[in-house]
């Protein structure tokens, strides 16, 4: 539950991903239990703003598969804000990071290399969601906004980014990287992030090596 002015709502239901049926790749996660994500949908927090800590939840599980037992959408949901059931089917994904570090951004070879990404990306469908990876940006890198943002400065502006605290902050921006990107869907669960945008949730390293996902932070992108 995340409140908000004169209108307490419930989070989302986003995803249920189901460990087991994940194909192997390393040890990032679990080979067990159930992965569970959240979002406020009511009001969609972009998470620039120290402020949307709570915007966004993530639980894991484990326990017998019996006791799963599908819930009843709550009588008071509002309708804008339900989506369709869907199930899951995942796979082994090549993926590209969209900037690379070691490039210079006036080479020719800096060109080649965004032209083909975007050839890769348009051939994989209109609809994007991965797990781990690189994630797919669509107003860049969004590392250093997670560690800024969750430690309490607002990046709205270039003023957060450009503070002394800002720049004692920086380095820990290589901790994070992602755990899920859910992709505008509006053929499947009906979902639409801002203007056809996507949602990222973002972990620390050493937090998702823990299992700990109380400080996991999402950002929402747009064009």
Not at 61 to 70: A, D, F, H, Y
Not at 171 to 194: F, K, N, S, Y
Request: with cysteine; proline share 6%.
């Amino acid at each position: 539950m995340r409140s908000h002015p004169g209108h307490p709502a419930p989070l989302g239901f986003i995803a249920q991903i189901d460990l087991s049926t994940l194909p192997s790749f390393d040890d990032s996660l679990p080979d067990a239990g159930w992965l569970y994500f959240f979002y406020d949908r009511y009001c969609e927090p972009w998470g620039f703003d120290p402020d949307d800590r709570g915007a966004c939840r993530v639980f894991y599980v484990t326990g017998e598969r019996s006791r799963l037992v599908r819930a009843e959408l709550p009588s008071d949901l509002d309708k804008t804000h339900r989506a369709q059931p869907c199930a899951v089917e995942s796979r082994l994904d090549l993926t590209i990071a969209d900037s690379p570090e070691d490039l210079d951004c006036q080479s020719p070879a800096f060109d080649a290399y965004f032209n083909f990404v975007d050839e890769f990306t348009t051939e994989l469908g209109p609809a994007q969601h991965r797990m781990l990876g690189p994630a797919q940006n669509i107003q860049g890198e969004m590392e250093l906004e997670c560690q800024l943002a969750s430690h309490g400065i607002y990046c709205g502006n270039a003023d957060g980014f450009e503070s002394e605290r800002a720049q004692r902050l920086r380095e820990g921006a290589r901790d994070w990287r992602l755990l899920l990107q859910i992709d505008t869907d509006e053929e499947g669960p009906g979902w639409m992030w801002g203007d056809v945008g996507r949602i990222y949730f973002w972990i620390k390293q050493q937090d998702l090596r823990s299992l700990r996902f109380d400080d996991v932070w999402l950002i929402l992108q747009c064009g």
